[in-house]
């Protein structure tokens, strides 16, 4: 088996989940939110302490962090079933993502460190698999604290309906815009 690599979980991305939701508006359906995040939050950080203490010089230590690797792929699989209420709509399939780049990453990472002829460009692919899935973690904790990602470059198109639309008085007027997230051309490049 091969020697283990440092993989980090910013802990960033889950201390500013643990806080979600304060401040706004309470529901039912909201609250169950908010606590199924701050559980997930809560899991994560859990893991991000064990896998930032696992010494990676000592032989053994990749099984170690593969079984990280796989409570973080079991957590990621929890945060894609939660419900999600419509005001983070878009947190639903950022999860969903999240979750299935995860499962790729996994995978890859156990095929490097358990086959000893895996090529290292399997272990790439395997890190770039693993960020994406916790950039759209972060995208989520970003989206749950009402700010849009740093050095992101989407838009984000509101549907304000808290005001009457002016009309001539026959016709109702049709809002064109939608509650989910716009992105340029540019940003996709960001989530593939």
């Known amino acids: 088996m091969r020697s283990a690599h440092k993989i980090i979980i910013p802990i960033f991305l889950i201390s500013l989940m643990v806080c979600a939701g304060c401040g706004k508006k309470n529901s039912k359906e909201l ?3 908010y606590d199924s995040m701050n559980r997930f939050a ?3 950080a859990k893991i991000a302490a064990d896998l930032e203490a696992v010494d990676t010089s000592v032989p053994g230590a ?3 962090v593969l079984g990280y690797l796989d409570k973080i792929n079991e957590q990621l699989a929890t945060l894609a079933e939660i419900e999600v209420p419509d005001e983070f709509a878009s947190n ?3 999860a969903d ?3 299935e780049y995860m499962q790729q990453a996994v995978s890859l990472f156990h ?3 358990e086959d000893p002829d895996c090529e290292r460009a399997v272990f790439e692919v395997a890190t770039e698999n693993y960020s994406r899935a916790m ?3 972060n995208y989520i904790s970003y989206i749950l604290k009402g700010e849009l990602p740093e050095g992101s470059d989407y838009e984000v198109i509101e549907n304000n309906t808290d005001f009457a639309p002016v009309t001539d008085g026959n016709e109702p007027v049709m809002d064109e815009y939608s509650d989910d997230m716009i992105m340029d051309d540019e940003s996709e490049e960001i989530l593939e």
């Open 111 to 113: 095929q490097y460190y």
């Open 92 to 94: 639903e399939e950022l």
């Open 97 to 99: 993502e999240a979750y």
């Open 62 to 64: 990749s099984n170690e």
């Open 42 to 44: 809560t899991g994560m």
């Open 135 to 137: 950039k759209r973690v």
């Open 31 to 33: 609250d169950a939110y």
